[in-house]
C-alpha cells in the first residue's frame, strides 16, 4: 500500500498501525506518489487530500489519466476546512472513492483498509 501525506508523522502512524498486516510505503508529497506509482502498483493508495504542490485532487486526476484502476483504489484523508459549497466540497460528492475526515479512529481505519484490499482482491478487475 502507498501512504502520501505531507505531515511525515501520520505517515508513520500509519504504517506502524498497518505494518502487522500490510506492507506499506510512505511519502510525504504527491508527486513523490507519482513517482512510485510509474513503477509500483499498489492494492491501495491512501492520500492526504490538500497538500502543498501537487495535491491529493491532483494526483487522483493524473492517475484518472494515467492508471484508472489505481485512481479506483484511493482512499482521501482530509482535515476539511473547506465550504461544503467550495469547489473541493462539490469534487469529493462527485467521485465514490471513500473520504476519512481526520481525526479518524486508528482501528476503524485499519479495519476498512482491510476489508478494502480484500474486496479490491476480490474483483475481477485484479
Not at 491532483?58 to 483504489?73: G, K, M, N, W, Y
Not at 482501528?107 to 479490491?120: H, S, V
Request: hydrophobic fraction near 45%; charge should be negative.
Amino acid at each position: 500500500m502507498l501512504l502520501i501525506d505531507d505531515e511525515e508523522l501520520i505517515g508513520v502512524a500509519l504504517k506502524r498501525l498497518l505494518r502487522k498486516q500490510h506492507d506499506a510505503t510512505a511519502v510525504t508529497s504527491a508527486r513523490a506518489g507519482l513517482g512510485l506509482l510509474a513503477d509500483h502498483s499498489y492494492d491501495l493508495i491512501v492520500c492526504d487530500l490538500l497538500m502543498p504542490g501537487l495535491s491529493g485532487i491532483d494526483l487522483f486526476a493524473s492517475l484518472q489519466e494515467i492508471h484508472p484502476q489505481a485512481a479506483q483504489r484511493m482512499i482521501f484523508l482530509t482535515g476539511g476546512g473547506f465550504h461544503p459549497d467550495s469547489s473541493t466540497a462539490l469534487w469529493l460528492a462527485s467521485i465514490p472513492n471513500l473520504i476519512v475526515q481526520k481525526p479518524y479512529e486508528s482501528r476503524w481505519l485499519a479495519n476498512t483498509i482491510d476489508e478494502m484490499i480484500q474486496a479490491f482482491s476480490e474483483s475481477p478487475s485484479r
